[in-house]
């Protein structure tokens, strides 16, 4: 037997979290438990990088997978990762340092708890990435709502304890029906294994209300349109890094779930399906971007503009073409590293200043040029302008979009333009004209954790933008393999029909 | 006499519950030592049920009397939770002056009581058990005397209790009357063709059994008898008399009435239904723990008892698993109840608990896992016991039932969040002593550490309950 490499990555946070648990917490400035977090965090990020490196990317199989006994009888606990959830688990393991870096100047009370909480964290985002077996999933992806709690609630700002609980009960909701799915899935086919699940496919009679039940959970969590209200009260009110990690990481669960069990498991349902996908991620990409231009609150336009992301998201998902998919799973680690960086950027300007609202900025430009500088490659990354990974997500969803519906390409579209108008507008209000408000002079530039940590997502957004050739290989095979497994099932049901 | 040792631990019981009381006539000041004597008994008694468990099924006194797989494991875990129930209430009742010589006698009559109706074959039996129980738990509810709430609620307990065993009394005579016996196995064998008789049995039984559940409709005691009581009986009320009950209605539903489960299906699943909603919604507005607990006590139930309406090995088997791990949780909370102490005072509003995070880290921490245990969420402990009562519900193809199930958690976790929110994000209150009870804090030790790594090997329990099959 292999050395247990997922399981490693998967428990590594937690052991440093029980570390942390046992440093002082009451000597100098917390240091001693941020940098075990530091090391714990980045020791996960070296051995993501080198389990990218092993992993073969030519092959759409599950790779390293463990396959134990866990609850007898019923249940294992499988994990195992291919070309698509590599992606996710490195993007998890990179923020989660720059996360902790940057803990440094929001949070002021209870740090050793903050830290543990996003190690915790940690622990359940890459279990998400990495399940094969559906209750596992479910467990890892509902867990992860406890630590997401205590952030928003404890370190949040005014509204956290609404906003905590509306994040809360609006994704319980959304999950428990998929519960009950999971649990019928296995009365009818007999396991919740997800590989043998690809293989027994699951009877057509059931699929439609299967594939609603996974919706409604993968639909909260994205968000969709109308149940994505949620996220821009949890964005405002969680902190710096709860926002982060949030934006980052979390709605890309929902994305992920998307590919991997509604194509995968439920494809002629999610055929069935497409036109209300459709429609929700059109009226996501418009409505949001429209409101996202009218915001005041600097982090709720990025929130709403995250939504209107996910929505590009979900349509080039359900494109079902090659492109389409790639082009979803590239915005989804675009928009992980984009978002990440806007709030970051946000935060350094609300913890100079305390207040996120837009018309009390203006003119930062002059006073402080470095964070100009790495604020509008963030802002050109969100808005997709060639050169930066935001580019190739956009442009290749559209791609698939115009190969199966010319129309419902040319509304994305206009979302394109929208999202420029937003982004271009804010970083206008921001940065450029004249500054009216007199206390900004005092503010400083960016300290050198601030750099080390804008820097480092200004890194990969420029470069994938410029080579995304790493990433596209290493999704590849698997998406190729996803697709054939979608049009074979479909065509299999079309012969059975007739 | 060869039989003798099937009945030991019965036998072994009252002696010492006699033993006791002589004790404390003749000798004076003898409460501690009576106390400390029970708790003693208590795990002797547990030595022996756990010695019995390795025999096979067995009918004692001419049928009316069962040992098998499913009495020897409720009374485990029920004499198991009496041995928790009295470490952890040990301080309290000495703080507020209940520590009598009779306090433990009657908790030990009330567990006599327990075991025998969890091993009755028999209607007579079986009451005598619930009768036994019962009286023991009037004088308990309302054993605080100088204090109104506790008298209420002693008396409130007893006069619906009277009158739901009076039901039970009359669905039992109903029952004997149509099928000509009150042994269960020959009920069952008698009862084969439908008759209005025995269909009116089986609901008056019901009745009086889900009153003892507190099973919506039949819940009305239970906020005012937990609030009122002393805060170690009301632990006692939350766990053991619904181990008892909940047993009883396995061996009812599927011994006497096995046949019937066409009459009774629908209304257990009414029952549990009626429950999981009332338990969740009422809750909602509580300012009172005890109070809030005995509603979130309806709602376990409700999810206990769907399980038992599946009518499959599976459904009871997740039941039982649904107790044992409920019965962990409440331990754990209560755990967290009696630490709440300051200048001799016990605090029980939800709001005494506000900000208590910051200065009492280990105690909040314990309460964020029994809480979100509680709501269910994983991959905690209580998660996997609505797990597989789902999966049990859910095999039988009764998707409404577990929707609504589901749906009931949602909203369930609000007032669970509700106090995570009170103790982590309000501003701190004055500080609380910290209870240096050894057995209030191995209880709470070992249950949260139960809950917080259940899902390491999560087979455990279900591997011991699965040898209990009813069907």
Known sequence: MNFPILSSLILLPTIGAFFILFTKSTSGKYQSSKYVALFISLANFLLSLYLWYVFDKNSADFQFVENREWLSGFINYKVGIDGISILFIILTTFITPICIISVNATITNRLKDFLIAILIMETFMIGVFCSLDLVVFYLFFEAGLIPMFLIIGIWGGERRVYSAFKFFLYTLLGSVLMLVAIIAIYWITGTTDVEKLYELGIQVEYQNLLWLAFFSSFAVKTPMWPVHTWLPDAHVEAPTVGSVLLAAILLKMAGYGFIRFSLGLFPIASENFTMLVYILSLIAIIYTSLVALMQEDMKKLIAYSSVAHMGFVTLGIFTMTQQGIEGSIFQMISHGLVSAALFLSVGVVYERHNTRLINKYGGLVSIMPRYAIVFMVFTLGALGLPGTTGFIGEFLILMGAFEKNILVAMIASLGVILGAAYMLWLFKRVVFGKINNQELKSMKDLKTFEIITLSALVIPILFFGFYPEPLMNSIEASVENTLNMYNFDLINNLASKD | ?471
């Open chain 2, 1 to 471: 006499m060869e039989n003798f040792q099937y009945i030991l631990p019965e036998i072994f019981i009252s002696v010492s519950i006699m033993l006791f009381l002589l004790v404390g006539v003749f000798k004076k000041n003898s409460a501690n030592l009576i106390y400390n004597l029970s708790n003693i008994s208590l795990v002797i008694l547990l030595a022996l049920i756990i010695n019995l468990s390795s025999l096979d099924t067995t009918y004692l006194f001419n049928k009316s009397y069962l040992i098998d797989n499913l009495s020897n494991y409720m009374k485990i875990i029920l004499v198991g939770s009496g041995i928790f129930v009295m470490l952890t209430g040990s301080k309290y009742i000495q703080v507020i002056n209940l520590n009598k010589i009779e306090y433990p006698i009657l908790i030990l009559s009330s567990i006599l009581g327990m075991m025998i109706m969890i091993s009755s074959n028999d209607l007579i039996v079986f009451y005598m058990g619930l009768e036994l129980q019962s009286l023991a738990l009037y004088v308990l509810a309302s054993f605080n005397r100088d204090n109104l709430l506790s008298t209420e609620s002693g008396l409130k307990y007893f006069v619906l209790s009277a009158l739901s065993s009076g039901l039970l009394l009359y669905g039992c005579s109903l029952t004997y009357g149509f099928s000509e016996s009150t042994n269960f196995d020959q009920i069952f064998i008698n009862s084969t063709e439908f008759n209005y008789g025995t269909t009116f049995g089986i609901v008056f039984i019901l009745v009086g059994l889900a009153f003892k559940i507190s099973a919506v409709p039949f819940h009305m005691w239970a906020p005012d008898v937990y609030q009122g009581s002393p805060t170690s009986v009301t632990l006692f009320f939350a766990i053991l008399p619904k181990i008892a009950a909940l047993s009883v209605f396995i061996k009812f539903l599927y011994t006497p009435f096995a046949n019937m489960n066409d009459q009774w299906q629908t209304i257990i699943v009414f029952i549990s239904i009626a429950s999981m909603i009332f338990g969740a919604v009422a809750a909602i507005g509580q300012k009172n723990l005890k109070r809030l607990i005995a509603y979130s006590s309806i709602s376990h139930m409700g999810y206990a008892l769907a399980g038992l309406a599946t009518v499959s090995n599976q459904g009871i088997q997740s039941s039982i698993t649904y107790i044992s791990i409920y019965l962990v949780m409440n331990l754990a909370f209560f755990s967290c109840l009696f630490m709440l102490k300051r200048n001799d005072k016990y605090y029980e509003n939800i709001e005494d608990l506000s900000g208590l995070s910051k200065k009492h880290p280990i105690l909040s921490f314990s309460l964020l896992i029994v809480l979100f245990s509680l709501a269910g969420i994983p991959p905690l402990a209580g998660f996997f016991a609505k797990f597989y009562v789902f999966l049990a519900v859910i095999e039988q193809s009764m998707y409404f039932l577990a929707i609504v199930g589901l749906l009931a958690t949602v909203v369930a976790a609000f007032y669970y969040l509700r106090i995570i929110k009170i103790i982590y994000f309000d501003p701190e209150k004055e500080e609380y002593e910290i209870s240096h009870n050894l057995g209030l804090k191995i209880t709470l030790a070992i249950s949260t550490i139960f809950i917080l790594a259940y899902f390491i090997y999560p087979s455990g329990i279900t591997e011991i309950v699965s040898k209990i099959t009813m069907i």
